[in-house]
């Protein structure tokens, strides 16, 4: 199958750090295993791009959040069938349109 590359912008870079220092205050060990999933969703976000689900209320048809990945929803947009962007990874509790 064939992998579309992956790019993360600033806020959802900012956003991964964020949770995995969150999640080390209590737990180093589930800080490390939650990057190394959250990289094994994004290759699996670029095989299958258009698993996802849209958006409510975004106006771009592109824009999608990822089959959950834990309890986080992986906000992304397929670029041109060329490429994926990682938009944002938010917490499935937050009212995620809001955020975007």
């Not at 969150?22 to 258009?50: G, H, K, Q, T």
């Not at 990874?89 to 009212?95: E, P």
């Amino acid at each position: 199958m064939k992998k579309l590359p992956v790019t993360l912008t600033v806020a959802a870079a900012r956003d991964i750090r964020e949770i995995a220092r969150y999640i080390a205050l209590d737990n180093p060990a589930a800080a490390r295993r939650f990057e190394d999933e959250f990289w094994l969703a994004l290759d699996r976000i670029s095989v299958f791009p258009r698993t996802g689900y849209a958006i409510p209320g975004r106006p771009f048809p592109t824009m999608r959040g990822s089959q959950r990945f834990r309890r986080y929803a992986i906000v992304y947009q397929v670029v041109q069938e060329h490429e994926v962007d990682i938009v944002r990874v938010i917490h499935c509790a937050r009212d995620i349109s809001s955020l975007l």
